[in-house]
């Protein structure tokens, strides 16, 4: 992911009224989770794609609007996760970005890359993690640290835990895209360590 994506506010501005009209000047904009509220059902669902990349979550979440608040918006998405399939997991997986690296990071990134391609081979799907609250300068190692451990686990272990993972990972969006602040492009909030250099985190 690139840090010149456009945010999910530009993705949403047509959002800012139901009938697509432009709002006066003045008016203040309608906030991310107004907007994901007023949205037609296909332009909520790949706002919430962003989120997660499972369809079947996008459009469980996106059915259930319109949401009161953010917390409702995040009970909802917790349940939709803990009722997906394998396939649906696997298609989120699927929909998470590669790390990215300083070239500060290279020597690093080196072993990680290794231990990345060790994950998927012996559970066949990306490794996911989120990262939300450390610090830049952590993240290396705590990516490192976290596939030597779950790489030593059994497959289902894994399963659960990277399930976890990924509705940590949602969540954390989420709240983002309620604040309309969200990075458009999946897998950066969890895994560009550019970007978390450089931005909120």
């Keep these: 992911m690139s840090l010149?994506?456009?945010?999910?506010?530009?993705d949403l501005d047509r959002f800012d009224r139901p009938d697509g009209l432009d709002r006066p000047d003045g008016i203040d904009r309608l906030d991310g989770l107004d907007r994901l509220n007023a949205?037609?059902?296909?332009?909520?669902?790949?706002?919430?794609?962003?989120?997660?990349?499972?369809?079947?979550?996008?459009?469980?979440?996106a059915a259930h609007r319109?949401?009161?608040?953010?917390?409702?918006l995040l009970a909802a998405a917790d349940?939709?996760?803990?009722?997906?399939?394998?396939?649906?997991?696997?298609e989120a997986f699927a929909a998470e970005a590669a790390a990215a690296f300083t070239p500060s990071q290279a020597r690093a990134a080196g072993?990680?890359?290794?231990?990345?391609?060790?994950?998927?081979?012996?559970?066949?799907h990306?490794?996911?993690i989120c990262l939300d609250g450390?610090?830049?300068?952590?993240?290396?190692?705590?990516?490192?640290s976290a596939l030597a451990v779950r790489?030593?686990?059994?497959?289902?272990?894994?399963?659960?835990?990277?399930?976890g993972e990924l509705r940590r990972i949602a969540r954390g969006r989420l709240t983002r895209l309620a604040e309309g602040t969200l990075v458009a492009g999946r897998g950066g909030p969890a895994w560009d360590l550019r970007e978390r250099q450089g931005s909120r985190q």
């Excluded at 949205?39 to 979440?61: H, T």
């Excluded at 349940?79 to 696997?90: E, Q």
């Excluded at 790489?151 to 399930?163: D, K, N, P, R, S």
């Design 79 to 90: 349940t939709a996760a803990r009722a997906l399939g394998r396939a649906d997991l696997c």
């Design 66 to 72: 319109p949401y009161p608040a953010p917390d409702a």
């Design 111 to 124: 072993a990680l890359r290794a231990a990345h391609a060790a994950y998927e081979r012996r559970f066949g």
């Design 4 to 10: 010149e994506e456009p945010t999910l506010r530009d």
């Design 39 to 61: 949205a037609d059902p296909d332009d909520a669902e790949a706002a919430l794609l962003v989120c997660c990349g499972s369809r079947r979550w996008a459009r469980r979440v």
């Design 134 to 144: 450390c610090r830049p300068e952590e993240a290396l190692g705590r990516l490192l």
């Design 151 to 163: 790489l030593a686990g059994t497959l289902h272990e894994e399963h659960a835990t990277a399930a």
């Design 126 to 128: 990306v490794f996911v």
